[in-house]
């Protein structure tokens, strides 16, 4: 037999649940990732979303000469930022489901 006492149960753990997830959302919006390469050269901010925020180039990159530099460096520090985001936002979406910790592809869930 159907019991909807459970089925009210189980609606209101699914409705904290997605509180959680909204509250993490927002927390991740506001989260603030540095990341920093060629000894400082470039750095880039994104949030916990993987969302730009801002970007800081060393003048003296910014030459003709230096250009394949500067191609690379922002390479690196874009691949570096959204591995980070993506790790930073598992975490805080696993804890918000009350999963374990770093659950690949928990990220893709926004």
Do not use: C, W
Request: proline fraction near 2%.
């Amino acid at each position: 037999m159907f019991n909807i006492g459970n089925l009210g149960d189980m609606m209101k753990m699914i409705k904290s649940m997605q509180e959680n997830m909204e509250k993490a959302k927002e927390e991740l919006r506001n989260e603030e990732i540095i990341v920093e390469v060629g000894g400082g050269m470039v750095k880039i901010v994104v949030n916990g979303l993987g969302e730009a925020k801002d970007v800081h180039i060393d003048k003296s990159l910014l030459t003709e000469d230096n250009h394949e530099i500067l191609e690379d460096l922002l390479v690196a520090a874009i691949n570096e930022a959204n591995a980070r985001s993506k790790e930073v936002m598992s975490q805080k979406l696993s804890q918000a489901a009350g999963l374990p910790g770093n659950l690949p592809g928990l990220g893709n869930l926004l």
